[in-house]
């Protein structure tokens, strides 16, 4: 079997999606950043964050009056379950399903992965690679 390294946390600094509404997407991302175990980040009156995703209305000065277009983001899963609750709670949330949690091997061997369309229609997914060696958590850097 092929070894497959994946690194994090060096080639995206953050991510900005421009959303038509704020309170429905706040309300999604809630939902599947629970699931995840992903800390609130902050907000401000046209916008919120979580970690490296930031989420701006279009009114916002940072949006510049423009809708994001559509976009795939996959989120990091600690195991199977993980991914089948992501699922299920963007889906209570107002997500619609784009591909019901399951095994992807069309990717690699172990690749399980649901996916959700966002309130925008953005391509949101969960993903567990299998079993793994973390170096760290995550990369925390402070200034």
Known sequence: METFELCRGRLIDHIQLVVKDLTTSR???DA?????GI????????FFWYDELFVSSREGEQALGELTGR???AFQAADRAM????HAAGLA???RDFGAPGERPQYHPGYYGGFLLDP????IEAV???AAERSAPAVKISW
Do not use: K, M, Q
């Open 27 to 29: 309300r999604f991302y």
């Open 83 to 86: 991914v089948d609750r992501f």
């Open 32 to 36: 599947v950043f629970e699931v995840l």
């Open 71 to 73: 976009v795939h983001l």
């Open 93 to 95: 949330a107002g997500g």
């Open 128 to 130: 567990y690679h299998g």
């Open 120 to 123: 925008d229609g953005n391509n």
């Open 39 to 46: 800390p609130f980040g902050g907000e401000g009156p046209s």
